[in-house]
């Protein structure tokens, strides 16, 4: 069938209408519901129309009850999260910030398209996008809300927030100053921002070794997060060294991305405050698979991504809670690779059981969408995924996606 993008509609296949709704069957699955202790047998998991209604254990069933889906050996679970992806930038580009800034408008969008429909493709039905030149990730969720393109449901920041010559200045807005950054935060919240995004210090990849200099003053990052929450919105913040680690918890943002260079007391602050670490662990490693780096590039590399794994399992052993993302975008990260993350995630520490909650139910904690998907359970949105054999034992299963559900609606079916 090869990869048919929204080819199941309901009427069209013989599928099963009550009074318009179409009724699907995952029939005899092996289970794992982003929420339990434990993956279940036998069960049967029963959509109707964009809701999951009920999980019961597997029995007879004829085909008057709905469409049969039969799961044949493999896993469903629910459609997965990305809590830190940049669809607008190009991962095939070696330098994707200094391209996104010289490209028309346009190329970009089509491109963020495409990235969309990847991520959906791979699986990932929710996105926490971290940063879009222009806010373009604003039209792209409209676009995919609107069901012009297919792609994951976004949660967009319009720009991320940054210093003037900051990080992150191509895909962000520069502001300065408690009333240049205050009035930076409004303006992405009245033009559409989900969520807040900041800058709080460098890009270790980007300068020197131990760089990562911190960008914003505790004053400033405190202003930002009671800004975000005053007026309703979550905050995550960039930061890699220990300083701008410490100053983002001790403001309480909720979540704190990457923390390559965070020392054991900035970690220590993200458990004291109840922040959760974004660790994106796909990058350090991936880049160092390319066979395009200079000796002196690639040894700053290893470098980096031997404290970033020490700073992952430190904040594992600690207890921070973690959760799953890509950071596509990078350079060769591209928005399928969230397999990659979890499975980083465990190798790092994390159980194999908590490496997947990290990209579904923990992370629609993070999102404030845990209402609504990220679980397997009755009255959620239904938004599921079938995989090729067993995460628990493999996590690299979830990177064999046969089949994504959204909204209860089948956009991907892929058979070998
Ligand atoms: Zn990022």
Redesign the pocket.
């Known amino acids: 069938m090869g990869d048919g993008l929204g080819d199941n509609e309901g009427d069209e296949q013989g599928n099963h209408l009550n009074g318009g709704t179409v009724t699907s069957i995952f029939q005899n699955c092996r289970l794992i519901d982003g929420v339990g202790d434990h993956a279940r047998d036998q069960v049967d998991v029963i959509i109707e129309g964009t809701t999951i209604k009920a999980v019961e254990p597997t029995r007879a069933r004829d085909a008057g009850e709905g469409r049969l889906i039969p799961t044949l050996g493999r896993t469903l679970l629910p459609g997965l999260i990305d809590c ?1 992806a ?1 669809y607008t930038l190009d991962p095939w580009a070696r330098d994707p910030f200094s391209q996104v800034a010289r490209e028309p408008v346009g190329m970009t969008m089509l491109r963020a398209a495409r990235a969309a429909r990847d991520g959906l493709l791979a699986g990932i039905t929710t996105v926490r996008d ?2 879009a030149p222009r806010q373009l990730n604003f039209l792209l969720r409209d676009a995919i809300r609107n069901g012009l393109i297919p792609g994951p449901r976004l949660l967009s920041p319009g720009c991320a927030i940054t210093i003037t010559g900051g990080h ?1 200045m191509t895909f962000g807005v520069e502001a300065d100053g408690m009333d240049g950054l205050q009035q930076a935060v409004r303006a992405q919240m009245r033009d559409g921002a989900d969520v807040i995004k900041i800058v709080a210090s460098e890009a270790a990849m980007l300068t020197g070794p131990e760089a990562a200099v911190e960008e914003l003053t505790q004053e400033e990052i405190n202003m930002l997060a009671s800004e975000a929450h005053r007026r309703g919105l979550r905050i995550f913040s ?1 930061a890699q060294n220990s300083i701008s680690v410490t100053r983002s918890a001790r403001a309480r943002v909720d979540s704190v ?2 923390a390559f260079l965070a020392d054991g007391a900035a970690l220590r602050e993200l458990l004291d405050n109840q922040v959760t670490l974004t660790p ?1 662990l796909a990058v350090t490693e991936v880049t160092l698979e390319r066979d395009d780096l200079t000796p002196a590039f690639r040894s700053r590399m290893l470098h980096i991504r031997d404290k970033h794994w020490w700073s992952c399992e430190e904040a594992i052993r600690l207890g921070v809670n973690v959760v799953a993302s890509t ?1 596509c ?2 350079p060769c990260i591209y928005p399928s690779l969230l397999w990659r993350d979890i499975r980083i995630l465990h190798d790092r520490g994390l159980g194999a059981m908590n490496a997947i909650k990290a990209a579904t139910s923990r992370a629609a904690v993070l999102l404030g969408v845990e209402h609504f998907v990220g679980s397997i359970v009755p009255g959620l949105q239904a938004d599921c995924i079938l995989v090729d054999g067993d995460p628990l034992t493999d996590l690299a299963a979830l990177g064999r996606v046969d089949m994504v559900m959204q909204a209860g609606r089948i956009v991907h079916t892929r058979t070998a």
Do not use: K
């Open positions: 830190h940049h971290a940063g992150g960039h991305e990457h994106t950071d975008g990078e």
